[in-house]
Protein backbone atom coordinates (compact mmCIF):
# COMPACT_ATOMS: atom_id res chain seq x y z
CA UNK A 1 0.00 0.00 0.00
CA UNK A 2 0.91 3.60 -1.02
CA UNK A 3 1.66 5.84 2.27
CA UNK A 4 -0.65 8.34 2.17
CA UNK A 5 1.98 11.34 3.03
CA UNK A 6 3.13 9.68 -0.45
CA UNK A 7 0.00 10.01 -2.05
CA UNK A 8 -0.71 13.62 -0.88
CA UNK A 9 3.00 15.14 -1.62
CA UNK A 10 2.36 13.24 -5.38
CA UNK A 11 -0.93 15.11 -5.68
CA UNK A 12 0.46 18.54 -4.18
CA UNK A 13 3.71 18.01 -6.77
CA UNK A 14 0.82 17.89 -9.39
CA UNK A 15 -1.68 21.04 -8.48
CA UNK A 16 2.57 22.74 -8.21
CA UNK A 17 3.37 21.78 -11.75
CA UNK A 18 -0.19 22.88 -13.37
CA UNK A 19 0.35 26.36 -11.24
CA UNK A 20 3.23 26.61 -12.40
CA UNK A 21 1.86 26.41 -15.88
CA UNK A 22 -0.27 29.31 -15.65
CA UNK A 23 2.44 32.12 -15.08
CA UNK A 24 1.51 35.41 -14.94
CA UNK A 25 -2.48 34.07 -14.15
CA UNK A 26 -4.46 34.80 -11.11
CA UNK A 27 -5.66 31.37 -9.54
CA UNK A 28 -9.12 31.47 -8.05
CA UNK A 29 -10.62 28.83 -5.86
CA UNK A 30 -14.19 28.93 -6.41
CA UNK A 31 -16.90 26.69 -3.58
CA UNK A 32 -19.22 25.39 -5.96
CA UNK A 33 -19.62 22.59 -8.84
CA UNK A 34 -18.16 23.09 -12.39
CA UNK A 35 -21.66 22.64 -13.77
CA UNK A 36 -22.03 26.90 -13.14
CA UNK A 37 -20.32 26.93 -16.38
CA UNK A 38 -23.24 25.60 -18.34
CA UNK A 39 -26.15 27.22 -15.96
CA UNK A 40 -28.50 29.99 -18.14
CA UNK A 41 -31.89 31.42 -17.31
CA UNK A 42 -32.37 33.46 -14.28
CA UNK A 43 -32.37 31.26 -11.53
CA UNK A 44 -28.92 30.96 -10.80
CA UNK A 45 -26.43 29.60 -8.19
CA UNK A 46 -23.86 31.77 -6.52
CA UNK A 47 -21.14 30.19 -8.76
CA UNK A 48 -23.47 30.89 -11.97
CA UNK A 49 -24.00 34.38 -10.63
CA UNK A 50 -20.44 35.54 -10.86
CA UNK A 51 -19.85 33.84 -13.75
CA UNK A 52 -22.78 36.12 -15.63
CA UNK A 53 -21.46 39.08 -14.38
CA UNK A 54 -17.89 38.49 -15.79
CA UNK A 55 -19.40 37.43 -19.63
CA UNK A 56 -23.01 39.68 -19.51
CA UNK A 57 -22.76 43.29 -19.21
CA UNK A 58 -26.37 45.30 -18.23
CA UNK A 59 -26.33 48.73 -18.29
CA UNK A 60 -24.05 49.53 -15.26
CA UNK A 61 -21.94 47.06 -12.96
CA UNK A 62 -20.14 46.69 -9.64
CA UNK A 63 -16.61 47.27 -8.81
CA UNK A 64 -14.68 45.17 -6.12
CA UNK A 65 -16.23 47.64 -3.67
CA UNK A 66 -19.64 47.25 -4.70
CA UNK A 67 -19.98 50.81 -5.85
CA UNK A 68 -22.11 51.02 -9.38
CA UNK A 69 -20.08 51.61 -12.17
CA UNK A 70 -20.70 52.27 -15.84
CA UNK A 71 -21.13 49.02 -18.33
CA UNK A 72 -23.14 49.49 -21.01
CA UNK A 73 -24.37 52.47 -20.31
CA UNK A 74 -21.16 55.47 -20.15
CA UNK A 75 -23.50 57.80 -18.15
CA UNK A 76 -26.98 58.49 -16.47
CA UNK A 77 -28.84 61.02 -15.01
CA UNK A 78 -32.07 60.99 -12.32
CA UNK A 79 -35.02 63.45 -12.69
CA UNK A 80 -38.54 63.84 -12.17
CA UNK A 81 -37.74 63.78 -8.15
CA UNK A 82 -36.07 60.14 -8.91
CA UNK A 83 -39.05 58.60 -11.02
CA UNK A 84 -36.73 59.11 -14.15
CA UNK A 85 -33.47 57.15 -15.07
CA UNK A 86 -31.86 58.35 -18.11
CA UNK A 87 -29.51 56.29 -19.46
CA UNK A 88 -27.03 56.92 -22.25
CA UNK A 89 -25.54 53.74 -24.14
CA UNK A 90 -21.10 53.36 -24.64
CA UNK A 91 -20.83 53.45 -28.43
CA UNK A 92 -20.02 49.68 -28.95
CA UNK A 93 -20.98 46.72 -30.76
CA UNK A 94 -22.67 43.64 -29.90
CA UNK A 95 -21.26 40.12 -29.36
CA UNK A 96 -21.67 39.81 -33.62
CA UNK A 97 -20.24 42.91 -34.23
CA UNK A 98 -23.53 44.60 -34.64
CA UNK A 99 -23.43 48.30 -33.18
CA UNK A 100 -25.16 48.77 -29.77
CA UNK A 101 -28.56 50.76 -30.17
CA UNK A 102 -31.46 51.94 -27.71
CA UNK A 103 -34.10 50.03 -29.04
CA UNK A 104 -31.93 46.50 -29.11
CA UNK A 105 -30.96 47.50 -25.48
CA UNK A 106 -34.30 48.36 -24.14
CA UNK A 107 -36.35 45.44 -26.25
CA UNK A 108 -33.79 43.22 -24.20
CA UNK A 109 -34.23 44.73 -21.00
CA UNK A 110 -38.01 44.92 -21.11
CA UNK A 111 -37.62 40.95 -21.84
CA UNK A 112 -35.31 40.66 -18.77
CA UNK A 113 -37.80 42.02 -16.67
CA UNK A 114 -40.73 39.85 -18.05
CA UNK A 115 -38.37 36.85 -17.39
CA UNK A 116 -38.25 37.66 -13.21
CA UNK A 117 -42.00 37.82 -12.79
CA UNK A 118 -42.89 35.48 -9.52
CA UNK A 119 -39.33 35.99 -8.27
CA UNK A 120 -38.24 38.82 -5.72
CA UNK A 121 -36.07 40.61 -7.83
CA UNK A 122 -39.14 41.21 -9.69
CA UNK A 123 -41.16 42.59 -7.03
CA UNK A 124 -37.86 44.65 -6.66
CA UNK A 125 -38.55 46.31 -9.84
CA UNK A 126 -42.27 46.56 -9.50
CA UNK A 127 -42.05 49.95 -9.84
CA UNK A 128 -40.16 50.64 -13.14
CA UNK A 129 -43.53 51.64 -15.26
CA UNK A 130 -41.86 51.68 -18.71
CA UNK A 131 -38.92 51.68 -20.49
CA UNK A 132 -38.57 53.86 -23.22
CA UNK A 133 -36.06 54.98 -26.27
CA UNK A 134 -35.51 58.80 -26.12
CA UNK A 135 -32.69 59.07 -29.04
CA UNK A 136 -30.42 56.33 -30.88
CA UNK A 137 -28.00 55.36 -27.63
CA UNK A 138 -30.54 56.58 -25.13
CA UNK A 139 -33.21 55.25 -23.22
CA UNK A 140 -35.49 56.44 -20.06
CA UNK A 141 -36.63 54.13 -17.33
CA UNK A 142 -39.56 56.03 -15.96
CA UNK A 143 -41.01 54.55 -12.40
CA UNK A 144 -44.72 54.92 -10.85
CA UNK A 145 -42.60 55.95 -7.24
CA UNK A 146 -38.80 56.68 -6.52
CA UNK A 147 -36.74 53.52 -6.12
CA UNK A 148 -33.18 54.96 -4.96
CA UNK A 149 -31.37 51.04 -4.95
CA UNK A 150 -32.59 51.00 -9.32
CA UNK A 151 -29.28 51.13 -10.13
CA UNK A 152 -28.00 48.52 -7.57
CA UNK A 153 -30.66 46.43 -8.63
CA UNK A 154 -30.22 46.97 -12.32
CA UNK A 155 -26.03 45.90 -11.41
CA UNK A 156 -27.66 42.50 -10.36
CA UNK A 157 -26.04 39.32 -12.57
CA UNK A 158 -29.60 38.58 -13.50
CA UNK A 159 -29.98 42.04 -15.09
CA UNK A 160 -27.87 41.53 -17.45
CA UNK A 161 -28.68 42.32 -21.40
CA UNK A 162 -28.71 39.73 -24.15
CA UNK A 163 -28.12 39.87 -27.92
CA UNK A 164 -29.23 36.73 -29.46
CA UNK A 165 -28.37 34.73 -26.45
CA UNK A 166 -24.76 35.94 -26.08
CA UNK A 167 -23.59 38.40 -24.00
CA UNK A 168 -21.32 41.77 -24.16
CA UNK A 169 -18.27 40.84 -21.79
CA UNK A 170 -16.12 42.27 -20.75
CA UNK A 171 -14.49 39.07 -20.05
CA UNK A 172 -14.43 35.36 -22.08
CA UNK A 173 -14.61 31.96 -21.39
CA UNK A 174 -11.69 29.47 -22.66
CA UNK A 175 -10.56 26.83 -21.39
CA UNK A 176 -6.24 26.22 -21.38
CA UNK A 177 -4.56 22.74 -22.12
CA UNK A 178 -5.00 21.38 -18.64
CA UNK A 179 -9.04 22.05 -18.66
CA UNK A 180 -9.00 24.77 -16.71
CA UNK A 181 -11.83 27.65 -16.64
CA UNK A 182 -9.57 30.65 -18.50
CA UNK A 183 -11.16 33.90 -17.86
CA UNK A 184 -9.59 36.68 -20.10
CA UNK A 185 -10.65 40.46 -20.49
CA UNK A 186 -11.81 41.47 -24.18
CA UNK A 187 -9.89 43.65 -26.13
CA UNK A 188 -11.69 46.96 -26.46
CA UNK A 189 -11.13 47.54 -29.86
CA UNK A 190 -13.09 43.84 -30.27
CA UNK A 191 -16.04 45.38 -28.37
CA UNK A 192 -16.21 48.35 -30.52
CA UNK A 193 -14.33 50.53 -27.97
CA UNK A 194 -11.02 52.97 -28.29
CA UNK A 195 -8.17 50.96 -28.45
CA UNK A 196 -6.08 50.90 -24.64
CA UNK A 197 -2.41 51.46 -25.04
CA UNK A 198 -1.62 49.91 -21.75
CA UNK A 199 -4.22 46.57 -22.04
CA UNK A 200 -1.32 43.92 -22.84
CA UNK A 201 0.25 45.27 -19.87
CA UNK A 202 -2.21 45.25 -17.45
CA UNK A 203 -4.50 43.03 -18.18
CA UNK A 204 -4.07 39.08 -16.64
CA UNK A 205 -5.61 36.13 -17.13
CA UNK A 206 -8.36 34.21 -13.84
CA UNK A 207 -8.12 30.60 -13.91
CA UNK A 208 -11.17 29.30 -12.30
CA UNK A 209 -11.13 26.26 -10.23
CA UNK A 210 -14.60 24.52 -8.84
CA UNK A 211 -14.31 22.59 -5.93
CA UNK A 212 -15.66 21.28 -2.63
CA UNK A 213 -15.68 23.94 0.36
CA UNK A 214 -12.51 21.60 2.25
CA UNK A 215 -10.68 21.06 -1.51
CA UNK A 216 -11.11 25.19 -2.20
CA UNK A 217 -9.32 25.78 1.15
CA UNK A 218 -6.59 23.13 1.21
CA UNK A 219 -6.22 24.67 -2.30
CA UNK A 220 -5.35 28.43 -1.20
CA UNK A 221 -3.47 27.01 1.95
CA UNK A 222 -1.29 24.63 0.18
CA UNK A 223 -0.30 27.90 -2.45
CA UNK A 224 -1.92 26.96 -5.06
CA UNK A 225 -5.07 29.62 -5.18
CA UNK A 226 -4.30 33.24 -4.81
CA UNK A 227 -8.54 34.09 -3.76
CA UNK A 228 -10.93 31.80 -2.62
CA UNK A 229 -14.38 33.25 -2.84
CA UNK A 230 -17.99 31.61 -2.16
CA UNK A 231 -17.96 31.13 1.80
CA UNK A 232 -20.83 31.33 3.98
CA UNK A 233 -21.83 30.15 7.49
CA UNK A 234 -21.78 26.44 6.61
CA UNK A 235 -18.29 26.12 5.71
CA UNK A 236 -17.14 29.17 7.85
CA UNK A 237 -15.69 26.00 10.23
CA UNK A 238 -12.69 25.79 7.64
CA UNK A 239 -11.47 29.14 7.51
CA UNK A 240 -11.44 29.23 11.35
CA UNK A 241 -8.91 26.25 10.99
CA UNK A 242 -6.74 27.62 8.47
CA UNK A 243 -6.63 31.01 7.42
CA UNK A 244 -7.93 33.45 10.53
CA UNK A 245 -4.03 33.34 11.96
CA UNK A 246 -2.80 34.22 8.59
CA UNK A 247 -4.51 37.29 7.96
CA UNK A 248 -6.22 35.76 4.74
CA UNK A 249 -9.82 35.82 5.77
CA UNK A 250 -12.02 38.49 4.56
CA UNK A 251 -15.09 38.85 6.23
CA UNK A 252 -18.46 41.01 4.46
CA UNK A 253 -20.46 43.36 6.41
CA UNK A 254 -23.47 41.80 4.28
CA UNK A 255 -26.91 41.77 6.10
CA UNK A 256 -29.51 39.70 4.72
CA UNK A 257 -31.90 36.36 6.08
CA UNK A 258 -30.11 33.53 8.02
CA UNK A 259 -32.59 31.47 9.84
CA UNK A 260 -35.47 28.71 9.04
CA UNK A 261 -38.28 28.85 6.81
CA UNK A 262 -41.39 27.07 7.05
CA UNK A 263 -41.90 24.79 4.28
CA UNK A 264 -44.85 22.68 5.67
CA UNK A 265 -47.84 23.58 7.50
CA UNK A 266 -48.94 19.90 8.47
CA UNK A 267 -49.72 19.51 11.94
CA UNK A 268 -47.98 21.46 14.54
CA UNK A 269 -46.34 23.99 12.59
CA UNK A 270 -50.38 24.83 11.05
CA UNK A 271 -50.33 27.38 13.89
CA UNK A 272 -48.77 30.76 13.95
CA UNK A 273 -48.38 30.30 17.81
CA UNK A 274 -46.37 26.90 17.35
CA UNK A 275 -44.05 28.42 14.59
CA UNK A 276 -43.65 31.52 17.42
CA UNK A 277 -42.74 28.54 19.85
CA UNK A 278 -39.51 27.43 17.81
CA UNK A 279 -38.58 31.17 16.99
CA UNK A 280 -38.84 31.81 21.07
CA UNK A 281 -37.02 28.49 21.83
CA UNK A 282 -33.97 29.32 19.89
CA UNK A 283 -30.95 30.40 22.03
CA UNK A 284 -29.01 33.04 19.49
CA UNK A 285 -26.56 33.91 21.62
CA UNK A 286 -25.31 30.18 21.65
CA UNK A 287 -25.62 29.65 17.92
CA UNK A 288 -23.58 32.60 17.65
CA UNK A 289 -20.84 31.18 20.49
CA UNK A 290 -20.25 28.36 18.19
CA UNK A 291 -18.42 30.28 15.68
CA UNK A 292 -16.59 32.33 18.14
CA UNK A 293 -16.75 35.34 15.09
CA UNK A 294 -16.19 38.93 17.10
CA UNK A 295 -18.94 41.13 16.35
CA UNK A 296 -21.44 38.60 14.43
CA UNK A 297 -25.12 39.69 15.79
CA UNK A 298 -28.19 37.39 16.11
CA UNK A 299 -31.72 38.89 15.92
CA UNK A 300 -35.35 37.81 15.84
CA UNK A 301 -36.47 40.65 13.03
CA UNK A 302 -37.37 39.87 9.67
CA UNK A 303 -35.77 43.02 8.59
CA UNK A 304 -32.35 44.81 9.47
CA UNK A 305 -32.08 47.46 11.43
CA UNK A 306 -29.17 48.96 9.55
CA UNK A 307 -31.70 49.50 6.35
CA UNK A 308 -32.41 53.27 5.14
CA UNK A 309 -35.58 52.94 5.75
CA UNK A 310 -35.89 51.78 9.02
CA UNK A 311 -38.52 53.95 11.82
CA UNK A 312 -37.04 52.38 14.81
CA UNK A 313 -40.47 51.55 16.06
CA UNK A 314 -40.20 47.61 15.64
CA UNK A 315 -37.46 46.64 17.99
CA UNK A 316 -36.30 42.43 19.07
CA UNK A 317 -38.73 40.87 20.09
CA UNK A 318 -39.55 39.06 23.47
CA UNK A 319 -37.55 41.72 25.44
CA UNK A 320 -37.29 41.46 28.71
CA UNK A 321 -37.79 37.59 28.76
CA UNK A 322 -34.90 35.61 29.70
CA UNK A 323 -34.12 32.65 27.36
CA UNK A 324 -35.41 30.30 29.82
CA UNK A 325 -39.00 32.16 30.01
CA UNK A 326 -38.94 32.45 26.63
CA UNK A 327 -38.40 28.21 26.27
CA UNK A 328 -40.66 27.76 28.77
CA UNK A 329 -43.61 29.26 27.31
CA UNK A 330 -42.36 27.69 24.35
CA UNK A 331 -42.59 23.97 26.09
CA UNK A 332 -45.62 24.90 27.21
CA UNK A 333 -47.11 25.03 24.07
CA UNK A 334 -45.54 21.98 22.67
CA UNK A 335 -47.46 20.40 25.90
CA UNK A 336 -50.69 21.87 25.28
CA UNK A 337 -50.67 20.36 21.77
CA UNK A 338 -49.53 16.78 23.32
CA UNK A 339 -51.80 16.97 25.75
CA UNK A 340 -54.89 17.31 23.08
CA UNK A 341 -54.34 14.01 21.71
CA UNK A 342 -52.15 15.34 18.99
CA UNK A 343 -48.74 14.01 18.02
CA UNK A 344 -45.72 16.18 16.61
CA UNK A 345 -43.54 13.55 14.33
CA UNK A 346 -39.58 14.72 14.31
CA UNK A 347 -39.04 17.50 11.99
CA UNK A 348 -36.86 17.52 8.95
CA UNK A 349 -34.75 20.76 8.93
CA UNK A 350 -33.01 21.20 5.02
CA UNK A 351 -29.77 22.16 5.52
CA UNK A 352 -26.70 22.53 3.21
CA UNK A 353 -23.62 20.41 3.83
CA UNK A 354 -20.81 21.78 6.25
CA UNK A 355 -19.49 22.12 9.74
CA UNK A 356 -20.97 25.05 10.28
CA UNK A 357 -24.46 23.24 8.98
CA UNK A 358 -23.56 21.07 11.52
CA UNK A 359 -23.06 23.61 14.43
CA UNK A 360 -26.13 25.29 13.73
CA UNK A 361 -27.99 21.97 13.99
CA UNK A 362 -26.84 20.96 17.13
CA UNK A 363 -27.65 23.84 18.84
CA UNK A 364 -31.00 23.52 17.34
CA UNK A 365 -31.55 20.09 18.29
CA UNK A 366 -30.76 20.96 21.80
CA UNK A 367 -32.80 23.98 21.72
CA UNK A 368 -35.52 22.42 20.16
CA UNK A 369 -35.44 19.10 22.71
CA UNK A 370 -35.82 21.51 25.83
CA UNK A 371 -39.33 22.35 24.44
CA UNK A 372 -40.52 18.89 23.52
CA UNK A 373 -39.27 18.77 20.10
CA UNK A 374 -36.76 16.32 18.08
CA UNK A 375 -35.65 17.26 15.09
CA UNK A 376 -33.65 15.61 11.83
CA UNK A 377 -31.41 16.88 9.02
CA UNK A 378 -31.56 16.50 5.61
CA UNK A 379 -30.12 17.13 2.69
CA UNK A 380 -30.37 20.71 1.42
CA UNK A 381 -32.58 20.13 -1.72
CA UNK A 382 -34.67 17.31 0.10
CA UNK A 383 -38.41 17.80 0.92
CA UNK A 384 -38.39 19.48 4.89
CA UNK A 385 -40.46 20.64 7.21
CA UNK A 386 -38.00 23.84 7.84
CA UNK A 387 -35.35 25.17 5.59
CA UNK A 388 -32.01 26.93 6.95
CA UNK A 389 -31.83 29.79 4.20
CA UNK A 390 -29.43 32.01 4.06
CA UNK A 391 -29.13 34.89 1.77
CA UNK A 392 -27.32 38.46 1.75
CA UNK A 393 -29.32 41.33 1.13
CA UNK A 394 -28.90 42.88 -2.60
CA UNK A 395 -29.85 46.38 -1.25
CA UNK A 396 -30.10 48.11 1.81
CA UNK A 397 -33.86 48.73 2.09
CA UNK A 398 -36.62 46.87 3.95
CA UNK A 399 -38.28 46.27 0.54
CA UNK A 400 -35.45 43.61 -0.19
CA UNK A 401 -36.72 41.43 3.10
CA UNK A 402 -40.25 42.01 2.88
CA UNK A 403 -39.97 40.79 -0.65
CA UNK A 404 -37.98 37.66 0.30
CA UNK A 405 -41.28 37.05 1.94
CA UNK A 406 -43.73 37.56 0.47
CA UNK A 407 -46.72 35.15 -1.05
CA UNK A 408 -45.78 35.54 -4.47
CA UNK A 409 -42.14 33.46 -3.48
CA UNK A 410 -42.74 31.92 -0.07
CA UNK A 411 -45.90 29.83 -0.56
CA UNK A 412 -45.98 27.97 2.49
CA UNK A 413 -46.69 30.85 4.88
CA UNK A 414 -46.99 34.41 4.35
CA UNK A 415 -49.04 37.36 4.92
CA UNK A 416 -51.21 38.92 2.48
CA UNK A 417 -51.83 41.87 4.59
CA UNK A 418 -47.90 42.65 4.45
CA UNK A 419 -47.62 42.12 0.98
CA UNK A 420 -50.40 44.82 0.75
CA UNK A 421 -48.87 47.23 2.85
CA UNK A 422 -45.55 46.80 0.80
CA UNK A 423 -47.52 47.37 -2.37
CA UNK A 424 -49.00 50.34 -1.21
CA UNK A 425 -45.31 51.57 0.26
CA UNK A 426 -44.01 51.48 -3.27
CA UNK A 427 -46.20 53.34 -4.77
CA UNK A 428 -46.01 56.15 -2.46
CA UNK A 429 -43.82 58.89 -3.45
CA UNK A 430 -43.53 60.42 0.24
CA UNK A 431 -40.31 58.90 2.10
CA UNK A 432 -41.81 58.89 5.59
CA UNK A 433 -45.54 57.28 4.47
CA UNK A 434 -43.51 54.60 2.47
CA UNK A 435 -41.59 53.79 5.84
CA UNK A 436 -44.65 53.57 8.07
CA UNK A 437 -46.20 51.23 5.43
CA UNK A 438 -43.06 49.17 5.36
CA UNK A 439 -43.21 49.39 9.32
CA UNK A 440 -47.02 48.31 9.08
CA UNK A 441 -45.84 45.27 6.68
CA UNK A 442 -43.05 44.11 8.95
CA UNK A 443 -45.00 43.78 11.56
CA UNK A 444 -47.97 41.81 9.72
CA UNK A 445 -45.00 39.26 8.23
CA UNK A 446 -43.47 39.28 11.56
CA UNK A 447 -46.63 37.72 13.40
CA UNK A 448 -47.15 34.77 10.25
CA UNK A 449 -44.10 33.32 11.80
CA UNK A 450 -43.40 31.94 7.97
CA UNK A 451 -39.86 32.80 8.55
CA UNK A 452 -37.93 32.66 11.62
CA UNK A 453 -34.54 34.52 12.13
CA UNK A 454 -31.64 33.89 13.74
CA UNK A 455 -28.59 36.11 12.60
CA UNK A 456 -27.11 38.08 9.97
CA UNK A 457 -25.73 36.59 7.27
CA UNK A 458 -21.87 35.52 7.26
CA UNK A 459 -19.61 36.04 3.72
CA UNK A 460 -15.92 35.32 3.84
CA UNK A 461 -13.10 34.94 1.16
CA UNK A 462 -9.25 33.74 1.58
CA UNK A 463 -7.22 36.77 -0.59
CA UNK A 464 -3.59 36.61 -0.65
CA UNK A 465 -1.66 39.45 0.43
CA UNK A 466 -1.00 41.69 -2.60
CA UNK A 467 -3.42 40.61 -4.49
CA UNK A 468 -5.10 43.50 -6.47
CA UNK A 469 -9.02 43.83 -7.60
CA UNK A 470 -10.41 42.46 -4.25
CA UNK A 471 -12.40 44.33 -1.72
CA UNK A 472 -14.60 43.36 1.48
CA UNK A 473 -18.21 44.92 0.58
CA UNK A 474 -21.78 45.61 1.71
CA UNK A 475 -23.38 43.05 -0.51
CA UNK A 476 -20.24 40.04 0.08
CA UNK A 477 -19.98 40.37 -4.35
CA UNK A 478 -16.64 39.85 -5.77
CA UNK A 479 -16.52 40.58 -9.43
CA UNK A 480 -14.17 39.19 -11.70
CA UNK A 481 -13.19 41.76 -13.88
CA UNK A 482 -11.85 44.44 -11.35
CA UNK A 483 -9.26 41.02 -10.48
CA UNK A 484 -8.02 40.80 -14.28
CA UNK A 485 -6.55 44.26 -13.86
CA UNK A 486 -3.10 44.50 -12.69
CA UNK A 487 -2.03 48.34 -10.89
CA UNK A 488 -1.52 50.94 -13.01
Known amino acids: MIPRHAVM ?25 SSALKESGQRLSPAAQLLRSATHEGLVSFDEQGRVVPALADRWIVTDNGQSYI ?64 LILLAQPEMAL ?19 SIFTLIPPEQR ?35 VLLGGRIDTLPLAGSIGLTRGNVQLDPVIGLFGLMVDSTQGFLGASANREALAMAIDREAVIGRFNIGGWQG ?30 QAAARVAAWKDAGKAIPTLNIAMPAGPGSRRVFDQLQSDFARIGLSIRRVGERDRADLRLVDIAARYGRATWFLNQLSCTVQKAVCSPV ?12 DPAARAALLAEAEAEITAANGFIPIARPLRWS ?20 PMAWLPR
Open 418 to 429: GDERVAEARKSI
Open 192 to 226: GLPKQPDFARRARKLALTFASPDKAVSLFNDGYAD
Open 462 to 481: MVRSGTSGFAANPWGWHPLP
Open 162 to 180: LWQGKGTGPMAKGQDEEGA
Open 299 to 328: TTRVVSPDVEDDLGTIGERWQGMSIEQRQD
Open 9 to 33: TALALALGACGQSREGTLEIAVMGN
Open 87 to 150: FRLRDGTWPDGKRITADAAAAALRKTIAGLKGRALGLDLAAIDEVRVMADRVIEIDLSAPVPEL
